[in-house]
């Protein structure tokens, strides 16, 4: 049997804006846990595992995935995203603003927009994958940080 997976994730470097400490902290646990449990199938592979490399360019999502079979690239526009992803980055950095000060009870209240946005984002994404490359909910969840990771702007 065949593992449809991905045994390893990249960003690019040269399309990766800075970040803060938390972002920066949410990108390496979503790489490892990526890693450590996922499902990733591209439509024509026989055999996983995959290599991934994430990347924009003209104002595209890259995904470069690569197997012992297999090399592809599949570019998506970045336009029906735009939205989720606008809202989605603005929540985040209300949350981290939260963080530094706010109460229990708003910091849940900021998280249980995160996540709904999150939800809303690795829906999309998956969306978006379809007829290319199947993957569960979680592994697109993590996809959209990461995704997230390399929109944002500074």
Do not use: W
């Not at 297999?70 to 970045?78: E, H, I, M, P, V």
């Not at 949350?95 to 849940?108: C, K, N, P």
């Amino acid at each position: 049997m065949t593992e449809h997976r991905l045994e390893a994730v990249d960003l690019d470097a040269a399309t990766l804006p800075s970040a803060t400490a938390e972002i920066e902290h949410e990108r390496r646990v979503a790489i490892f846990d990526l890693v450590e449990k996922n499902s990733f199938q591209p439509a024509e592979a026989i055999t996983g595992p995959y290599r991934l490399k994430l990347s924009l360019q003209d104002n595209r999502l890259a995904f470069d995935v690569t197997g012992a079979d297999y090399a592809r690239t599949y570019a998506l526009s970045l336009t029906p995203m735009k939205t989720v992803l606008k809202d989605y980055l603005l929540i985040c950095d209300s949350y981290y603003e939260a963080l530094r000060g706010s109460s229990a009870t708003q910091i849940e209240a900021v998280d249980m927009g995160r996540r709904g946005l999150h939800n809303e984002g690795a829906e999309l994404l998956t969306a978006r994958l379809e007829g290319k490359v199947a993957i569960d909910h979680e592994t697109a969840r993590r996809l959209f940080t990461l995704v997230c990771a390399l929109y944002r702007r500074g």
